[in-house]
């Protein structure tokens, strides 16, 4: 379990250093009942902050940074999707 103190540095806190820093892809990876949800968000350039590109469930499919598709389920021991 993620403590109140982690939860609020990779939601706001690394949001900020990382987009001042030019990074331009963030993704966080957080547990909801018990399954993975992937976070996606891609840098705007001009105002130097991130924009949520999507919230995955169940699967990530995506063709930006890269192309990837996973079975978010799948890595969940026992949980096939």
């Given amino acids: ?3 109140p103190e982690s939860a609020n540095r990779d ?4 949001l900020v250093k990382y987009a ?10 957080e547990e909801e009942d018990g399954l993975p949800v992937v976070h996606a968000y ?3 350039r ?6 949520s590109t999507g919230i995955h469930r169940r699967e990530l499919r995506i063709s930006v940074p890269f192309a990837i598709e996973l079975d978010l389920d799948g890595l969940v021991p026992g949980r096939k999707s």
């Fill in 46 to 51: 001009l105002t130097r902050s991130y924009a």
């Fill in 11 to 14: 939601r706001t806190v690394k």
């Fill in 20 to 29: 001042c820093a030019g990074i331009p892809h963030y993704w966080r990876v």
């Fill in 1 to 3: 379990m993620e403590s």
């Fill in 42 to 44: 891609e840098l705007d």
